[in-house]
Nanobody, 126 residues
């Protein structure tokens, strides 16, 4: 079982940066694939980025590639999303998610993730 708590959201001007954190509880954190998703009002939840269990294969949505960076610190049971060059269209609630322990492949479908945080709001003003 993994419990996830996001933090770091807020209001930022276009072109600015934010770093989101996701603190995980549970002994299986180091063996889980971690991902970030986002959901804007009236839209479906969409994949943003994910990182594998080890040092780290990563995957990014095309819309954030080159601007966002995902990283994990297994010693701290934490995964981060560094967001730079933010745009108004990045405005959304951002969710941290985890696949069940032992999963080996990054997936972009939210349905492939078993555990979710409560979300943190990111608002980018123009």
């Amino acid at each position: 079982q993994v419990q996830l708590v996001e933090s770091g959201g807020g209001l930022v001007q276009a072109g600015g940066s934010l770093r989101l954190s996701c603190a995980a509880s549970g002994r299986s954190f180091s063996s889980t694939i971690m991902g970030w998703f986002r959901q804007a009002p009236g839209k479906e939840r969409e994949f943003v980025a994910a990182v594998t269990r080890s040092v780290g294969t990563t995957d990014y949505a095309d819309s954030v590639k080159g601007r966002f960076s995902i990283a994990r610190d297994n010693a701290k049971n934490t995964v981060y999303l560094q967001m730079s060059s933010l745009k108004p269209e990045d405005t959304a609630v951002y969710y941290c998610a985890a696949r069940r322990a032992g999963s080996v492949l990054i997936k972009r479908n939210p349905g492939e993730y078993d555990y979710w945080g409560q979300g943190t709001q990111v608002t980018v003003s123009s």
